[in-house]
């Protein structure tokens, strides 16, 4: 079963790091696009970085010199960097990728991971 699985999330302190994972399981060929999302208690879903299939990135204003998405395509694994972070980065974290399977390609999400910027 295809699946994208989520971690490196946690609690950290004002001006700290952490790096989220998305790990993509099961029968897949590629990554193509993939995007970080998050969801603050009360608000609607936004984009914060997204990199599609031929590499090109950008990222939500919030987040511009603080956070970078990467991939490691022989692990079919996708990155969020986030560095100095805020309380207002406090959030539930998603990924979403395009996945080629079998031919065909098809939007996935992980399950969330909670971020949690506090002193």
């Known amino acids: 079963q295809v699946q994208l699985v989520e971690s490196g999330g946690g609690l950290v302190q004002p001006g700290g790091s952490l790096r989220l994972s998305c790990a993509a399981s099961?029968?897949?060929?590629?990554?193509?696009?993939m995007g970080w999302y998050r969801q603050a208690p009360g608000k609607q879903r936004e984009l914060v970085a997204y990199?599609?299939?031929?590499?090109?990135?950008n990222y939500a204003d919030s987040v511009k010199g603080r956070f970078t998405i990467a991939r490691d395509n022989a692990k079919n694994t996708g990155y969020l960097q986030m560095n100095s972070l805020k309380p207002e980065d406090t959030a539930v974290y998603y990924c979403?990728?395009?996945?080629?399977?079998?031919?065909?390609?098809?939007?996935?999400w992980g399950q969330g991971t909670q971020v949690t910027v506090s002193s």
């Open positions: 979403n990728a395009n996945l080629a399977v079998g031919g065909y390609e098809y939007s996935y």
């Open positions: 099961g029968s897949i060929d590629s990554i193509s696009a």
């Open positions: 990199r599609n299939s031929h590499g090109s990135t």
